[in-house]
């Protein structure tokens, strides 16, 4: 199986796992236009939750090792990651003040399942 393949499995497994378990997401940036088809494959699958969410989004992934919390003072960002095999699925939580979770998230439809996501509009307005 090739690696877009493959992180497109590994999106679909995720945006199932936050629905069950009511956890408000979106995927960004490269992530995003992968599942809109404008990309190829990514360096890493970026999620984006609210703040407020960083312990049940970590209880969500249980025996996962998680990296502890990066924090990135300068865009007020609080980060971690793990591996889904060899993929590497980076969680970020930005601060509502300074990254409104809500701006220009969209649901799109992938193989009958209905995914969060950034909207295209959000990264074409800097082309």
Known sequence: MNRLKRQVEIILDLAKRF???NIEYHFDGSTAKVLQGEGLAM???DIVFPYIL??????????KSLTEIS???KCQLEHFHYYE????VH???YKES?????????????????IWVKGLNHFKRNI
């Open 91 to 93: 969680l970020l939580f």
């Open 19 to 21: 629905k069950t378990e």
């Open 54 to 63: 960083q312990s049940k989004v970590r209880a969500c992934f249980g025996e």
């Open 71 to 73: 924090i990135e003072k």
């Open 98 to 114: 300074v990254h409104s979770f809500y701006d220009n998230h969209v649901q799109i439809d992938l193989d009958g399942k209905r």
């Open 43 to 45: 360096d890493d699958i």
């Open 85 to 88: 095999g060899e993929e590497k």
